[in-house]
């Protein structure tokens, strides 16, 4: 397969306090074939949502300490930022469609490999950098 690198890459922005979660989360990003970027708090990933255009998805723990929790990160990109794509994830908490911006994603932990990836290719479809 020839890339075309005339075509932007999707970037996948993952929020995970955790150090094991958030590495295996990277791996699945770009196992799925999609640039990754991390941050370990919603304060951190505002600073690279700030600092960078290219983000087409986040992909957020709910429960994580720091200023918001991952839910209210995940409505403040919403508003912000209307065009990425949003998946929530958990291991304690389960939402329903009703409390998570319209047009994401919620996955209950542990995240299956096969899941995530189908999950963020279906979301990123025709999807270019905005």
């Known amino acids: 397969m020839v890339l075309d690198r005339s075509v932007a890459m999707p970037v996948v922005l993952v929020v995970e306090d955790e150090m094991l979660p958030r590495m295996r989360a ?4 770009e196992d799925a074939g999609y640039a990754s970027v991390e941050a370990v708090d919603a304060d951190e990933a505002f600073a690279v949502l700030e600092s960078r255009s290219d983000i087409a998805l986040l992909l957020t723990d709910i429960q994580m300490p720091g200023s918001m929790d991952g839910l209210k990160l995940a409505h403040a990109v919403h508003k912000r930022w209307p065009p990425i794509k949003i998946i929530l994830v958990s291991g304690q908490l389960k ?6 911006p319209a ?4 996955l209950q932990k542990p995240l299956e490999a096969a899941k ?3 999950q963020m290719r279906c979301m990123l ?3 270019v950098a905005r």
């Open 116 to 118: 995530i990836i189908a």
């Open 26 to 29: 990277l791996d699945m990003v």
């Open 103 to 106: 047009d994401s994603r919620f």
């Open 125 to 127: 479809r025709g999807t």
């Open 95 to 100: 939402l329903a469609e009703l409390d998570i």
